[in-house]
């Protein structure tokens, strides 16, 4: 049977991999949209991370170190966006649009100002593995703990933790309200302006996280626009997940699946670029189909005052 | 002619506080970019002279410069109608590549035709593939409100993979390279001046940008289109179709961005080439908000950073600057440019002093 060489038992621990930068820049693109801060800048923030995580890898010569820097990175440019859209109310859109423009560009001159190189990076020290011990001696589930970035670990972390707060502390009772009621949420006395930089800037430093792994856990250097649109898929999958941590994440899955099952259609008539469409149209089927179930909060983009 | 009404009929003293933002913060970002190249340890002076030359220096460094300004004044206009429409164009990428395709696939289809109608013909065929893909967002945001910025990202990268799957599939020249046949002479825009990429698509350029200006400012269609973009509320019970402007805004907005993708087609190379826009759709939306969503403005900034990508290149062969300095540049213009309450508290704050 053909079916069961395209897909079999191996294409379930590559999907969670390749989920992991997706999903963390969109449960990024959560938090930001429910502050009510529209974030198409998701992209340009993975590729600062990718390369921040490079960077300091080259640097120190620890992966870890990297990974800080990514996080730093991510807080920078999250920051930019979050002055830029907060205190100077610009057009959220916009901005993002620059801040993907203006990543681009600072990536690309930085890697010939320190490499000296066009279009990619040295080698640096890349992130190892981990297994588990005992746990993965445990059947059926003893992938998830063999050879596992740390990353994927904090990913569904993330994934948990951020749901939880979303849905069932007060934090995350504040934080839709002020998505949905931005001025009734500042009348009972929620620090809306707050809650919206923390949130962009998480937003930031989720999506430098995720660029770090691409860079440091995928590969161990940075490449020019490396990101190639994962954090515009994760934008959609924010959307396709319902501005829901818990779907983000299940929306990245379905998206990584589609992208994992690449590899196993090599010697099949399908062409790649159908494949690559897939997660698109999907979410437009979504969009346009289910649009009225899943629903954005009601005040994004709105900056009132 | 005023010049209240080449600024298209807003407040005079408005429109320069505008143009005074936008000079404003192309200033700030190449100071900024010069701080750059000052910290990489190079002369910032040395390299904007060497940009300028390179973007001025010679009739054929001028022809490069205006080869480049041409996607751009599409792409902006493109950006700008929507953005009078009160929507956002992300698409324009997409709308130019299935443009670019389908008016070389029209002009290798209907090679049969008399030369001096199968250009105009292949332009056309361009023109109504952009129309559809920029129209079935604003259909989408009209009949189920879903938001365009969304429709128009995600239709990006299946439009760019269509023509994709259609130039290594279907429509491949012979050799390794993902490409279609050459097309035929006849539909060739014809050069500008001779030995340089310069084409007849910088004519084209500008009657797109008249055309845009009458439309908006001198027609029924373009009134209506403005007054969705000012107050949709107010437009409806003016008596206004909301649904009919949104969806032809954005079909026309798809139908000027696919001209950057005919015109680099037609006049550059002559074929369609897989992945050949270096991103004029992003750029556009850089130009039509530095534009002011002016034709007048979109053709300046497109000028300006045509000059600024061509004078890069030499400054990437001549100093150890990379030409993707310029992108930092872009970048920063957009920025400064959507928050126009920076400028203005450095205005403020200079008028204090």
């Known amino acids: 049977m053909e079916i069961f060489n395209v897909l079999n038992f191996d294409l379930i621990p590559l999907t969670l991999r390749l989920a992991v930068p997706i999903a963390l820049a969109a449960i990024g693109g959560t938090l930001s949209e429910r502050s009510g801060i529209i974030n198409i800048g998701l992209e340009g923030m993975m590729l600062t991370g990718a390369f921040g995580a490079v960077y300091g890898s080259f640097l120190t010569g620890s992966p870890w170190f990297g990974v800080i820097f990514a996080c730093l990175a991510g807080l920078i440019i999250g920051s930019i966006h979050a002055v830029l859209t907060i205190k100077y109310k610009a057009n959220q859109v916009v901005t993002g649009v620059g801040i993907n423009i203006l990543a681009m560009g600072f990536t690309t001159t930085m890697i010939k100002v320190i490499w000296g190189k066009e279009g990619m990076s040295g080698e640096v020290n890349n992130l190892s593995d981990v297994s588990i011990p005992i746990l993965k001696e445990i059947p059926l589930i003893d992938w998830l703990f063999t050879d596992q970035s740390p990353l994927t670990y904090f990913m569904l972390i993330v994934v948990i933790l951020s749901w939880y707060i979303l849905f069932k502390t007060n934090i995350g009772l504040n934080l839709r309200a002020i998505g949905d009621h931005p001025r009734a949420a500042r009348i009972s006395g929620i620090n809306v302006t707050k809650y919206r930089y923390t949130c962009v800037m998480l937003s930031g430093l989720l999506a430098g996280l995720g660029g770090a792994f691409l860079s440091l856990v995928q590969n161990s250097l940075f490449v020019q626009n490396m990101t190639a649109g994962r954090g515009y898929m994760a934008l959609a999958a924010n959307i396709f997940g319902g501005w829901n941590p818990l779907g983000s994440f299940v929306a990245s899955l379905i998206f990584s699946f589609a992208q994992a099952i690449r590899f196993n259609m090599i010697g099949y008539n399908i062409p790649d670029q159908f494949i690559q469409s897939l997660p698109y149209i999907l979410t437009l089927a979504v969009l346009v189909g289910a649009g009225r179930k899943t629903r954005a909060p009601e005040a994004l983009g709105e900056i009132d005052e | ?353």
């Open chain 2, 1 to 353: 002619m005023k010049f209240k009404d080449i600024i298209g009929g807003i407040s005079r003293s408005e429109s320069v506080k505008d143009v005074y933002i936008s000079l404003f913060s192309i200033l700030l970002a190449l100071i900024i970019g010069a701080f750059l190249i000052f910290l990489i340890g190079s002369s910032p002076l040395q390299a904007f002279t060497v940009m300028f030359d390179g973007a001025f220096g010679s009739v054929s460094n001028i022809a490069n410069t205006l080869t480049k300004t041409i996607p751009l004044i599409f792409t902006g206009l493109a950006v700008a109608v929507a953005f009078r429409c009160g929507l956002f164009n992300i698409g324009a990428e997409g709308q130019l590549y299935l443009g670019a395709f389908f008016s070389v696939l029209t002009a290798l289809k209907f090679s049969f035709l008399p030369a001096f109608i199968l250009l105009p013909v292949a332009i056309l065929g361009g023109i109504i593939s952009g129309m559809i893909w920029g129209g079935i967002p604003g259909f989408l945001k009209a009949q189920f409100g879903t938001h365009e910025v969304v429709v128009t990202v995600m239709m990006n990268y299946i439009g760019i993979n269509i023509t994709s799957y259609l130039v290594n599939y279907p429509f491949k020249a012979e050799g390794w390279v993902a490409q279609t046949d050459i097309i035929p002479t006849a539909a060739i825009l014809p050069k500008l001046i001779p030995k340089t990429q310069l084409s007849a698509g910088l004519i084209v350029a500008v009657i797109a940008a008249l055309a845009v200006y009458f439309l908006l400012w001198k027609t029924d269609i373009g009134y209506e289109i403005r007054a969705v973009g000012e107050n949709p509320t107010t437009a409806e019970s003016g008596g206004i179709n909301i649904k009919k402007n949104i969806s032809l805004a954005m079909a026309i907005s798809g139908g000027l961005a696919a001209l950057a993708g005919v015109t680099q087609s037609l006049g550059v190379y002559e074929r369609f080439i897989d992945g050949f826009s270096p991103g004029y759709g992003f750029t556009g939306i850089a130009v039509a908000v530095l534009g002011r969503n002016h034709p007048l403005g979109v053709i300046l900034t497109a000028l300006l950073f045509g000059a600024l990508e061509t004078g890069a290149l030499k400054m990437d062969r001549v100093t150890e600057i990379s030409n993707d300095l310029v992108i930092v540049i872009q970048g920063l213009v957009i920025l400064f440019v959507a928050a126009p309450e920076i400028i203005r508290s450095i205005l403020k704050r200079r008028e204090s002093q």
